[in-house]
Each structure stands twice: as structure tokens, then as C-alpha cells.
């Protein structure tokens, strides 16, 4: 009976397990690095590659679409490719997209190379992070090494290290049929599907040397997005964002100096600083650009207590526009923060700064009116008879007083100043000495 009920559960477990194990055998997992490389694409890249592996993927597709990025996160980014345990496929696409610069490294990089049509790759020369020219020996000493790592992933993947190195040397870019006809491609595909058919039963050779036959006769699509924490360290580190961060958190922790105990703007301030810092750590940044931004916040403040006719406000504008400009310098404009992002900026800064810092000296300029200091120029009763020294009835309490002229009990006094414990009086109809009320 025992036997009879094994042959039975087999007989009906087995289908699905090797139908499950087809299916997991043609899985095809699909990444999307659309922004510039930095620490969250690594973070995203190498989170997603093992995914795959762990999900029993038979390849990795990588759509691509960058303007470039950080060579640091570059080479860490090529390591996991060459190093995945599966066929990596890299595909620049859609229509339009481009895969410049550091882009470029990555497609050579993969174990299969492919573009759709109406793209691009190359521009690899490698630039100063500011976007600047480089010294003669420095240009020289990151080119070679830049150059080097182009052949050796070239000619490890059998493509044409000549024209991959020309990429970085010269800065070549070349469209999809250039790049396949120079053989710096495998592959151009209209579309993921045709790639998935190109793909179906190719042998790939591995980075180690190893060959392996991609088997795909009825994928499955799985698609990793990024995590929530991948989201928000590629907006964070986003140029116009970080920006915004640094101009949030500097508003913020100026309104908490200017009115302690607010706390709420303090806390946003502290946290937007310390995001904009993280993201600033991996962005070209300028620091004239940085004191430029103060120098522009520092002409608001004097504004506020200089009679400059507006002159200080037009140099604060001017110098924290061109400040903002000169941030974070790139040659590519996806890195670089945008002017309709820094001239409402600006006027929003310089209207918020100028307008707490002319309400805080607004409040230091007027007269007290509770306490010791806001008895100055309140009308008070004799309690008892002035002559000089006595006592007055004032703010509900009775205060000593003295009078440099004699006033009855009844009498209605004004307080002129407060000195210690004691208050300075005058007849209620005196005229107002210069320099009253200042205790």
C-alpha cells in the first residue's frame, strides 16, 4: 500500500518539479540603470546581479541608458559584471539612449554587447570631475589607465581594443551600426524580444575563459527594480536635488538660530545638511562655488541692516546664481544643476532670509512690554506721598520710587526707568526727557 502511494505522489509531484525547473531554467532577469553611475547604481548593480543568482536566472539583461559617471563606482561596476556567475547582456536602449563615458566601460565589460538602433557609445575620455582640464602628466597618468582598461576588457570579451581604446584617447562616440561593424558590439536589436531570440542558443564566453550556451526557448521575465533605499540614494545624490537639500538645510538651521526652541526647522535642517553632504561626497564639486553661495546668503543679511538701496540684494542674487552654477561643473548636463532650478532658488533664499532676519530685528528694536524693562513709560499711582523716595502702585504691584520732584499720594506718575529695585518717576504730565526708558 505504502509503495503504491510513493508511485502515485511521484507520479504527480515530478511534473511540476520539472516543470518548475524548466521554468527557472529560462528566467531571464532584467536590470535598469537609466541615470548617471555613482554609488547607488553600484549599490542597485551589484544587489540586483545577485538576485538573479540567487533566483536561478540563465542571464542578466542590463537596459542602459548614461550620460556617465564616477570612475571609483565604475570599476567596482565592471568587477561585478565580469565576476557574475551568469552571462551578463548589457543593451543600450531605447531609441535615443546613450551609453557615453563611463557607459562605454560597462558595455565592454558584458558578455554580450548590444544597442538598439537610434544610440550611442563612447566619449569615454576621461575629465577632471569639475568638468575641467586636467594637468599635462595627470591627463596622461588617468588616460593610460583609463586606456588600459578599455583593452583589457576589449580584448578579453574578443572585441576591437583598437577602436575601444579610440573611444577613450580621442573620444570617439559611434551609433549602434558603427560600433557593430567596428566590432565593439555583438548585437543590434530592435527591441528586448528580438534580443531574447538573438540570444536563444548562443554560446557566450565567459570573462574567465569558460563557454557557456544560452538556452531560452520559452523565457520568463523577471524584473528587479531598485530598492526603496537604491530610489532614494540615486535622488538624493541627484544634482538639483542635493542642491535643494543644501539650500533646505541652511534655511532651516538659520530660522532655528534666529528663533531658538522652534525645533522642528533645526531637526530638517540638520537632516537636509547631512543628505546633501552625502550626496555632495559623490558629486564634482566646486567649492568657489560653495563660498560664492554664502557670500550671496552674508549680502541678504547686510541688506537687512544697510541702506544699500538694493545694491547688496542685486550682488547677493548675482553671486549665489553664479555660485549655484558653479556647484557642480560636468561636461554632461545630466550632472550639472539646472538654471530653472537656480534662479527661483535664488529669489526664494533671498526673500526667506531677508524677511526672518528683518522680523528678528524688528522684535530686538521694540519696546519690551512685559518683566522689569516694560515698565518704562507705564503710568503708575502714588501709594505713598514722593519726596523725593516713596512708593506707586503699578502692572498690580506696589514698587519704590523715587521723584526728583515732591507728588502726593493719588497722584498719577510715568515711569521713567527702572534702576535695580526701584523705579524712577515724574508728574504724569512731565514731557519726555531724551534717553527715557533705557534702564
Known amino acids: 500500500m505504502d509503495s503504491v502511494f510513493r508511485r502515485m505522489l511521484v507520479a504527480l509531484v515530478l511534473p511540476v518539479a520539472v516543470a518548475a525547473g524548466a521554468s527557472a531554467g529560462q528566467r531571464v532577469a532584467i536590470l535598469t540603470l537609466s541615470d548617471s553611475i ?12 545577485a538576485t538573479a543568482d540567487a533566483s536561478g536566472a540563465v542571464v542578466t539583461i542590463i537596459d542602459l541608458n548614461t550620460p556617465g559617471g564616477l570612475l571609483s563606482s565604475l570599476r567596482q561596476m565592471t568587477t561585478a559584471i565580469t565576476a557574475a556567475r551568469r552571462p551578463v547582456v548589457v543593451y543600450v536602449t531605447p531609441s535615443g539612449a546613450q551609453a557615453a563615458s563611463a557607459g562605454f566601460f560597462l558595455l565592454m565589460a558584458a558578455d554580450v ?11 569615454a575620455h576621461p575629465v577632471a570631475g569639475e568638468g575641467a582640464e586636467l594637468s599635462k602628466t595627470m591627463a596622461e597618468k588617468v ?7 578599455i583593452r583589457s576588457l576589449a580584448t578579453q570579451r574578443g572585441r576591437s581594443s583598437e577602436w575601444a581604446e579610440k573611444a577613450v584617447r580621442e573620444s570617439l562616440s559611434y551609433t549602434e551600426r558603427e560600433a557593430l561593424d567596428k566590432k565593439l558590439i555583438d548585437v543590434v536589436a530592435l527591441d528586448r524580444g528580438e534580443l531574447l531570440k538573438w540570444l536563444n542558443g548562443r554560446t557566450v564566453e565567459r570573462f574567465d575563459g569558460r563557454t557557456e550556451t544560452i538556452s531560452l526557448p520559452n523565457p520568463e521575465i523577471v524584473v528587479i527594480d531598485p530598492s526603496a533605499g537604491d530610489k532614494l540614494l540615486s535622488a538624493i545624490a541627484h544634482p538639483n536635488i542635493a542642491y535643494l537639500l543644501l539650500l533646505l538645510g541652511m534655511v532651516g538651521i538659520y530660522f532655528e538660530l534666529s528663533h531658538p526652541g522652534a525645533v522642528l526647522p533645526g531637526v530638517l535642517g540638520g537632516i537636509s545638511v547631512l543628505l546633501a553632504l552625502f550626496a555632495l561626497s559623490v558629486l564634482p564639486v566646486n567649492y568657489v562655488g560653495v563660498l560664492l553661495i554664502l557670500l550671496g546668503i552674508g549680502f541678504f543679511v547686510l541688506e537687512v541692516k544697510v541702506a544699500s538701496y538694493g545694491l547688496l540684494t542685486a550682488a547677493g542674487l548675482a553671486s549665489f546664481v553664479l555660485g549655484s552654477l558653479m556647484l557642480i561643473r560636468s561636461p ?85 526707568k527702572v534702576a535695580g529695585k526701584r523705579l524712577e518717576v515724574e508728574p504724569a504730565g512731565a514731557a519726555p526727557r531724551p534717553g527715557e526708558g533705557e534702564g
Open 38 to 49: 555613482q554609488p547607488a547604481s553600484l549599490r542597485y548593480l551589484e544587489r540586483g546581479l
Open 113 to 123: 554587447a548590444a544597442m538598439a538602433p537610434g544610440t550611442n557609445a563612447g566619449a
Open 143 to 149: 588616460t593610460n589607465d583609463a586606456a588600459a582598461l
Open 332 to 416: 554632461f548636463p545630466a550632472l550639472r544643476v539646472g538654471l530653472a532650478v537656480v534662479l527661483p532658488t535664488a529669489v526664494a533664499v533671498a526673500f526667506v532670509v531677508i524677511f526672518l532676519l528683518s522680523r528678528v530685528l524688528r522684535s530686538h528694536r521694540e519696546r519690551p512690554l512685559t518683566g522689569a524693562e516694560g515698565l518704562a513709560g507705564e503710568v503708575a499711582e502714588v501709594a505713598a506721598a514722593l519726596g523725593p523716595d516713596g512708593k506707586v502702585f503699578v502692572h498690580g504691584e506696589y514698587w519704590d520710587a523715587y521723584s526728583h520732584s515732591p507728588v502726593p499720594a493719588g497722584a498719577k506718575v510715568r515711569v521713567v
